[in-house]
């Protein structure tokens, strides 16, 4: 169950295919999104104070997580990273934008000291199974003055947001191919099965795309 602690309200947003695919391969990119969805995603970008990612997104990636097909202030970045495996050189770590990286309190000193060099702040955080406890990062994000959060994955930390029901929105872009890959959601149900569902659910079609939106409701059977 998740915290009642003060924290960002939180979106999930990610592209998937009709099978619910991120990727054809672990950890390496697939381009679902048409250029209309692409343009939605950054207009949403640019309605919330920070957006996150995991290291793997990161690392196969190498995303910008800014504003660049619409106007709008960039949202700050917010990495999880448990082993600072982040690159000096990412392309997320502008100082200006003043990144932060929540990372596991038994992390590399010097790695935590060569990515504040180049501007990143970070953050130790406890670690529950294994992986960032997730209410204690949002605890920060809120210390922060971070009202607004948009998650965008990859699929560890879809999972790991829904599962500790730290999620208030959901936004998909849905595109129209099969691909059989790396899944978005998995070992989402506990027992008994209780089922996260959208409530008041919409869809809009943008170019070959479908989003779907609707804010989350907890134990929808």
């Given at each position: ?179 059989g890959g790396v899944r978005a959601i998995t070992n989402l149900v506990s027992a008994p099965p209780q089922f996260p569902r959208l409530r ?22």
């Amino acid at each position: 169950m998740a915290s009642s602690a003060p924290r960002p309200f939180v979106t999930l947003t990610y592209a998937q295919s009709l099978d619910g695919s991120l990727a054809a391969q672990p950890g390496v990119p697939l381009a679902l999104s048409g250029p209309e969805s692409r343009r939605f995603t950054h207009q949403l970008r640019a309605r919330h104070d920070a957006i996150l990612v995991g290291i793997e997104t990161v690392l196969a990636d190498d995303p910008q997580l800014n504003v660049r097909l619409v106007a709008g202030a960039d949202p700050r970045p917010v990495l999880l990273d448990s082993h600072l495996r982040c690159p000096t050189r990412a392309r997320c770590l502008a100082a200006a934008r003043h990144p932060i990286i929540a990372t596991s309190e038994a992390a590399a000193l010097d790695r935590q000291r060569e990515l504040e060099a180049v501007g990143a702040m970070i953050v130790r955080l406890p670690s529950r199974a294994g992986q960032i406890d997730l209410i204690a990062l949002l605890a920060q994000l809120d210390a922060q003055g971070i009202q607004t959060l948009m998650v965008e994955g990859g699929a560890r930390v879809i999972t790991s947001f829904l599962q500790a029901r730290l999620v208030d929105r959901v936004t998909l872009t849905l595109t129209p191919i099969l691909v059989g890959g790396v899944r978005a959601i998995t070992n989402l149900v506990s027992a008994p099965p209780q089922f996260p569902r959208l409530r008041q659910a919409t869809i809009e079609t943008l170019g070959p795309d479908w989003i779907v939106s609707g804010e989350i409701e907890w134990d929808a059977l």
